[in-house]
Every structure is written in C-alpha cells, then in structure tokens.
C-alpha cells in the first residue's frame, strides 16, 4: 500500500533517532494518536506544515526531507476517497437565486456544519441540493459525498449505505468516522424523514469526531440536533399582478415544461397565472400539471384544478412513486404518522385558510387540551405537512390546497366528515357571536381583523348550516356577521348569506334571530342601492323588533329606513326617522346610538344644503364617537365635517378632516370609508384646479364604490369626474360620464343629492355649451349604454394635441 510506504518510511527515522512516538510526539508538538494513525496508515495525508515539524523533529537532512515528502505525496494523491458524486440534473434550475445565495453561504462559510433544507413533499428540496453542491464542490477540498436515502425501506441499512457511498464496507458509524478523520468532506444525505432516527445518530457521531465535515440534509421533518440549522425552502414565486407574470419563477417553470412537451403557452400567460396560483407555486404540482398540456388547454387544465387535483399524476416512470404523482409525494409523508398524528391531519381539513391553536382545540376531537393539541400541530408543522405563520402576536396554521384534498380524502374515509364539519360550524358560530358585540367600540379593528382572518372559515361554516338544512345555526351565524360584511365591504356576500338562512324557514324561539337577519338583508340591500328589497326588509325587520318589545332594534331599523329616504332625496322623512331613532336611544340612555343618531341627522342636514346645522351634530357625534371608541362612527363625522368644509369653502380644513378620515378608515379597513374620503379629497383638489390628483382620487373612489355595489356614490363621482374633465377640455368625454351617470340614477331612483346640484348644474351646461348638440347626445347615449364596470376601469389618457396647460400636474 502507498500509505503504508509513508508510514513505514516515518517509523524507521523514529526508530533510527531512539525515539519511541511519545518522544516524536513531543518534539514535533504532535499528539501521540496522530503520529500512530500516520504510522499505521490511518492518516494518510500529512499536511505540509506536519511534515516540517516531523522533519525537524528527526533532524533529517535535505535527501531524507525529499523522500519522506515525496512518499507522502505519493500518499495524497492515492488517499482521495471514492466518493459517490452528486446526480448531474436532467433539466434547467428555474429562479432559487434567493435560496441558492442563502443555503451556498451558510455552508461555504462555515456559519454551520450541519443544515437541513425542509418543506412539504414536492417542494422542490432534492433539486435544489443538486444546485448547491455542484455551487460549492470546489470548495470543499476532499470532495463531495451524496447518499439518496429515498430507497432504504431498512433504518439498519442507513449506516451501510453511507460507508458504502465512501468506499467503505461497514456496519459501523465508528469506521465511518474514522475514514472521513480530518478530511474536508461535504457530505449530502438526500430524502431522511423515513429513516430519521437512525440519520440522527449517524450525523451525531460524525460532526463530534470529524472536525472538518459538513453535512446537508434534506428531510421533510427536522433531525433536531444541536448545531442544526434549518432552510426551509419555499414555494416559486408567484405573479403578484398580471403586469409581472413573465418575472413569476413559477410561471417561468410551467411554460418551460410545456414547452419541452411540445406546447408554448407563452400567450397565454393569464391562464398559467390560474395554474400555477392554484397550484401555490409547489414545483413538483406544477411539472406534473405542465405534463396534461399534451392532452388538454391551458384552460382546462386550470378549471380542473379548481375542482381536484386528482390530474396531478403521469410524472416520468423512471422516478420513484412519490415523485411520480402530488398523491404519492403526500402519501409517503402520511405514512410516517402515528396514528394520533393521522388523525388530527384528517380533521385539521375541515379548516379553509388556516386555524389557530384554540381552533383546533374546540373542534378536533380527541384533543383534550391545548397542550395536546399544540403538541401533536407541532409535529405535524415538523414533518412540513401544514405551516406557521405568526402576525399580529398569533400564531397560524394552514395546509397548502392539494395536502388539505389529500387529508379531506383521508377525513371521508375515516367516515368522519360531517361530524368534524358540525364542530367546525358550532366554533364559528360563537366566534361570530362573541365578535359581534365588539365590532363598534375600541376593539373594532382587532375584531375586523379576527374575521377577516377567519372569513374562508365562516364560509365553509355557513355553507354547512345552510347545506344541512340548520337553521338556527344558519340564521344566527348570518345575522351575526352582517356588520361585519358592512365594514368590511363584504357586501354582496353577506346579502347572500342572509338570503339564504332567511329561506331555509322558521323555527321555535328564533323571531329575535329572524328580526336580526331581516335588518342585516336590509341593510345590505340599502348599501347595494336595492331600496325596495332593503325598504321590504327592514318594515319587515321593524314588525318583529316591535312585537319583541326591541327598542334598541327598532331604533337601529328606523336609523336604516332614515338612510333610504336620505339616498332618494326625502329628507323630511329621513329627519323624522332619525328623531324617532334617536329618541329611543335616549329612553334606552345608549350614548353610541345617540351618537349615531346626530351623525345621521347632521348627515341628511348637509346633504340638504344645510351646512351650519349639518356641522354641529356632526361635530357631538365626532365628540361622542371619541368617548365610546367607535372608530367607524369617527370616520363618518369626520367625513361629514370634511365635507361640510369643503362646500363652505375651507379647503385646508376639509382636506385635513378627510386625511384623518382616510388614515382611520384604512386603519380598521373600513371600505366605505375610504371610499367616501377620496370622493370628497378629490373634490377638494378640483376646487383647487389640481385636476391630474383630483382625477387620481376620484378613479379610486369609484373602484372602492363600484366593488362595494354602491352605485349611488358611484353616480356622484362620475359627475365629479365629468367636472374635471370639462375643466380638461375634455368635453365629449364629460358628456359620455354624464350620460353613465344618468342611467345610474335612473336605475336605482335616486336623484342628485340637492347639495351636488348646483356643481352638477354648471358641469352640464359648460359641457353642453362646448358641445355641438349632436355630438353631446352621441356621447351621453354612448355614456349610458356603458356598463359601470367598465367606465369605472380608469380615467383615460388625454388625447395627442390636447391643451393640458392647465394641469399644473
């Protein structure tokens, strides 16, 4: 043997000097372990610098030196391990610049001598691995060692698998040890989480008796080691807004993939947007999606992805079952389980969008506390089966789409769906309930959150009660989230939760729950601008509340019938209603619907052209609203007062209310708010001839109004929005939003507001005095004819040519 010939040239100058290896040791300011493993050839590569302190210690002369060097060189270059390399990939690394740039430099640099890249099944954990080692493999000076652990079925074949991938033939982590000694090794154990334990022990052993060795695991669950460092590696990335999907990696990966099949879908990029977004960016599930592009569109594809993602199967024959189909790469994590762990992974799909730990608790049985609960999500989260997101101090968890379908499949076999879905649907039902009573006052946005957060929850709840005929549940958790809907913008949703419970019929003891849901539907209907259907709803609501003996929801109807005769211009009966609202609020002493009952007042005071009585109930609501912490009720005084300014001319004024308006709106997501605030600080600007930024605030308040379905503010601000484009120059276009604001208001029944007439007046008679007849009914027919939506897609650029010196922007 080559080594031997150094260690037995090294042993004779000891031995030639009367040193024993003690003595060498000792000169040469070696241990006496490392002189034996030279010697007997254990250590075959001496480094330079050892061969120096060896020679000096023996006092060899220069021919003596040249041999002993020559023989170790002879050594190192013969001591270079067999080393199983690394799998030359089949195909392009699409994006990963992020994790490549991450995981290269926590192993280069040594930050860490042991990480585990995780993830869920499909992630993309292998490929990325490949990356990285061919990125560093020079870097590591006695090579790169890969071990695919995916075949063993044995955990005792482990440590025989590793010898063997260095050239050993071994049952022995010791001898695996002692052949990597000192060498710089990178050592790649590819697919763990089946054969964990026996991987701990083995890295344990390895990192403790080889000083200069690295390993990088991937391993859907983590070894949970001291000195590990964990990756999680991420889904691609996906198109965040269809001006970006080329960027999009996981756009980027589909239309390769089916490109090498044979199909280019580079033109059809909105629908590999559908794909790939439902798909949540997993690479796996894209490759095998791209793969049905042989036999079906983009488009099919897509919608059958909405359904099931029962197509995500047909990978190459050559790879193993779990890459093979999204079922096989989920089911050889489900096989890992316990069976408490099964369990729990079954039941946690009956959440949509995530759950918290109290959750869970309440609705999984078999989960006796939160202790429990936590311990077994905390397994489940380790094995890379759900996530962990932490926001606003909570912690969440969800599943992606096509685990949450394989575990539902579980769940359906198990013969336990309805039972779990039952206990979904009670838990949400007094969520809603709790919440209800904190949406106006200083939890507000705390609780707006919460259910928004829970809003896919709260449909899969509703949808059971009203699938299953339940009633009670279905009525109390519709009329439960009505405000919630209202605040939130959740407007036609919430109108057609409540539809729904109020048909499934009547039942015992329910005419409090029926009162609340007929106010709900009514309410939502008035704010979609459907004030018959609201006003048949609300009288209805107004019956039951009385034979109640209700006052307070008697008093919260009539504030609702008051906002009817408001958007139709009857303000004497708006007045009459909020001074009958407000009345028994007083009796009641409730401060908040008091303060309710001025900004109504105030509001119709205004809206009347009367300014001065408009500004001091508004200003005791605003005053009253910052007692009780109603941050909705502040948001509307405050438009009220910005409004009132703004039309006595106090530009400056107005627009500091409005900005402190929009600020809160946006704070709690009160959507109606914001809208309103940027109607009117668009005003404000085109009172101030900035027609580039009024134009800006108004395009945004009529896609706020026109995606809440409130097509009477819509109305207001195309008239505004005709005002400033007929201070443009823009006429023919001002008569075209003119004409769409007409039929608006022809639809709904509800003329201009009497204090936007005089401005809609002086709007109509310039646009009209600019205008050749013909061409003004040309353009307020085409106005008319024009679907909101569409006029409501932007203000469009000015013509070439036009005159726009006026635009100071």
């Given at each position: 043997?080559?080594?031997?010939?150094?260690?037995?040239?090294?042993?004779?100058?000891?031995?030639?000097?009367?040193?024993?290896?003690?003595?060498?040791?000792?000169?040469?300011?070696?241990?006496?372990?490392?002189?034996?493993?030279?010697?007997?050839?254990?250590?075959?590569?001496?480094?330079?610098?050892?061969?120096?302190?060896?020679?000096?210690?023996?006092?060899?002369?220069?021919?003596?030196?040249?041999?002993?060097?020559?023989?170790?060189?002879?050594?190192?270059?013969?001591?270079?391990?067999?080393?199983?390399?690394?799998?030359?990939?089949?195909?392009?690394?699409?994006?990963?610049?992020?994790?490549?740039?991450?995981?290269?430099?926590?192993?280069?640099?040594?930050?860490?001598?042991?990480?585990?890249?995780?993830?869920?099944?499909?992630?993309?954990?292998?490929?990325?691995?490949?990356a990285v080692t061919s990125e560093i493999a020079d870097t590591f000076q006695d090579g790169v060692c890969w071990v695919p652990l995916a075949p063993l079925a044995d955990p005792e074949a482990v440590v025989p698998a590793v010898a063997e991938a260095i050239g050993l033939q071994s049952r022995l982590a010791d001898d695996i040890a002692e052949q990597i000694g000192r060498r710089a090794i990178l050592l790649v154990l590819d697919n763990c989480s089946h054969v964990l334990a026996p991987v701990e022990n083995l890295c344990a052993s390895l990192l403790e008796?080889?000083?200069?060795?690295?390993?990088?695991?991937?391993?859907?669950?983590?070894?949970?080691?001291?000195?590990?460092?964990?990756?999680?590696?991420?889904?691609?990335?996906?198109?965040?807004?269809?001006?970006h999907l080329e960027s999009s990696d996981a756009v980027r990966l589909f239309v390769e993939r089916a490109t090498s099949r044979g199909y280019d879908p580079t033109g059809q990029l909105d629908q590999v947007a559908r794909v790939v977004r439902r798909l949540e960016g997993m690479p796996l599930a894209i490759e095998l999606a791209a793969a049905r592009t042989t036999v079906?569109?983009?488009?099919?594809?897509?919608?059958?992805?909405?359904?099931?993602?029962?197509?995500?199967?047909?990978?190459?024959?050559?790879?193993?079952?779990?890459?093979?189909?999204?079922?096989?790469?989920?089911?050889?994590?489900?096989?890992?389980?316990?069976?408490?762990?099964?369990?729990?992974?079954?039941?946690?799909?009956?959440?949509?969008?995530?759950?918290?730990?109290?959750?869970?608790?309440?609705?999984?049985?078999?989960?006796?506390?939160?202790?429990?609960?936590?311990?077994?999500?905390?397994?489940?989260?380790?094995?890379?089966?759900?996530?962990?997101?932490?926001?606003?101090?909570?912690?969440r968890y969800y599943m992606l789409a096509v685990i949450r379908e394989f575990a539902a499949d579980r769940l359906e076999a198990a013969g336990a769906t309805e039972a779990t879905a039952e206990r979904h649907a009670q838990y949400y039902l007094s969520l809603a309930e709790e919440?209800?009573?904190?949406?106006?006052?200083?939890?507000?946005?705390?609780?707006?959150?919460?259910?928004?957060?829970?809003?896919?929850?709260?449909?899969?709840?509703?949808?059971?009660?009203?699938?299953?005929?339940?009633?009670?549940?279905?009525?109390?958790?519709?009329?439960?989230?009505?405000?919630?809907?209202?605040?939130?913008?959740?407007?036609?949703?919430?109108?057609?939760?409540?539809?729904?419970?109020?048909?499934?019929?009547?039942?015992?003891d329910l005419a409090s729950a029926r009162a609340k849901a007929n106010l709900g539907a009514g309410t939502l209907a008035f704010l979609q601008c459907e004030y018959d259907a609201a006003t048949e709803r609300l009288q209805t609501a107004l019956t039951q509340y009385k034979e109640l003996g209700d006052k307070a929801g008697t008093a919260m109807v009539l504030q609702r019938l008051g906002g009817v005769a408001r958007e139709r211009a009857d303000y004497v009966a708006a007045e009459d209603l909020h001074c009958e609202s407000y009345d028994l609020?007083?009796?009641?002493?409730?401060?908040?619907?008091?303060?309710?009952?001025?900004?109504?007042?105030?509001?119709?005071?205004?809206?009347?052209?009367?300014?001065?009585?408009?500004?001091?109930?508004?200003?005791?609501a605003r005053?009253?609203?910052?007692?009780?912490?109603?941050?909705?009720?502040?948001?509307?005084?405050?438009?009220?007062?910005?409004?009132?300014?703004?039309?006595?001319?106090?530009?400056?004024?107005?627009?500091?209310?409005?900005?402190?308006?929009?600020?809160?709106?946006?704070?709690?997501?009160?959507?109606?708010?914001?809208?309103?605030?940027?109607?009117?600080?668009?005003i404000v600007e085109r009172r101030r001839g900035l027609t580039a930024r009024a134009v800006h605030l108004l395009d945004e308040s009529l896609a706020e109004h026109r995606d809440l379905g409130d097509r009477w503010r819509s109305a207001s601000v195309l008239e505004e929005l005709a005002a400033v484009a007929q201070h443009r120059g823009r006429s023919e276009y001002a008569a075209f939003l003119l004409g769409a604001a007409d039929e608006v208001r022809e639809v709904i029944r509800a003329p201009v507001p009497r204090i936007e007439q005089a401005d809609y007046e002086a709007t109509r008679t310039a646009v009209e005095a600019s205008l050749e007849r013909r061409v003004f009914r040309t353009a307020w027919s085409a106005g008319r004819a024009a679907p909101l939506a569409a006029v409501a897609d932007g203000y469009p650029p000015a013509p070439r040519g036009t005159d726009r010196t006026r635009d100071p922007l």
């Open positions: 043997m080559q080594g031997a010939g150094f260690g037995s040239l090294l042993r004779r100058h000891r031995r030639e000097a009367g040193l024993s290896q003690e003595g060498l040791a000792e000169l040469a300011g070696l241990s006496v372990d490392a002189i034996a493993a030279l010697e007997r050839g254990r250590r075959r590569a001496p480094r330079v610098h050892t061969l120096r302190l060896l020679a000096d210690a023996l006092r060899l002369g220069d021919p003596e030196r040249l041999l002993l060097t020559a023989a170790a060189r002879q050594d190192m270059d013969t001591a270079r391990m067999p080393l199983r390399p690394p799998p030359v990939p089949t195909s392009e690394l699409i994006g990963r610049s992020t994790e490549l740039t991450t995981t290269t430099r926590l192993l280069t640099k040594r930050i860490t001598r042991l990480l585990t890249l995780t993830g869920p099944g499909g992630v993309g954990k292998t490929r990325l691995m490949q008796h080889c000083p200069n060795l690295s390993i990088l695991v991937s391993s859907r669950e983590l070894l949970r080691l001291a000195g590990e460092s964990v990756y999680v590696v991420p889904a691609l990335g996906l198109p965040y807004d269809e001006d079906m569109t983009i488009e099919e594809l897509a919608t059958e992805l909405e359904t099931s993602f029962g197509i995500l199967a047909g990978g190459s024959r050559t790879l193993s079952p779990r890459q093979q189909s999204m079922y096989g790469a989920i089911e050889w994590s489900h096989a890992l389980l316990t069976p408490a762990e099964r369990e729990m992974f079954a039941q946690l799909s009956v959440f949509k969008g995530g759950w918290t730990l109290g959750a869970a608790a309440a609705v999984l049985s078999g989960v006796r506390t939160r202790v429990e609960g936590l311990d077994l999500i905390g397994r489940l989260a380790d094995k890379s089966l759900i996530k962990v997101t932490r926001r606003g101090g909570i912690a919440a209800e009573g904190r949406l106006r006052g200083p939890e507000q946005r705390e609780w707006l959150d919460r259910l928004e957060a829970e809003l896919s929850n709260l449909r899969a709840a509703i949808a059971w009660s009203v699938r299953t005929g339940s009633v009670v549940e279905a009525l109390r958790l519709a009329g439960g989230l009505w405000l919630f809907c209202y605040l939130r913008g959740h407007y036609a949703e919430g109108s057609q939760w409540l539809e729904r419970a109020l048909d499934l019929g009547d039942a015992p609020y007083e009796s009641l002493g409730d401060r908040a619907g008091m303060a309710w009952a001025h900004n109504y007042l105030g509001f119709v005071a205004w809206l009347r052209g009367d300014l001065e009585i408009g500004a001091r109930r508004c200003r005791r005053d009253s609203f910052r007692v009780v912490g109603d941050g909705e009720g502040l948001a509307w005084s405050l438009i009220s007062l910005g409004t009132i300014a703004q039309y006595g001319g106090e530009l400056v004024e107005a627009e500091d209310l409005l900005q402190e308006s929009l600020a809160l709106s946006q704070r709690l997501g009160y959507r109606e708010g914001v809208a309103w605030s940027l109607n009117q600080l668009g």
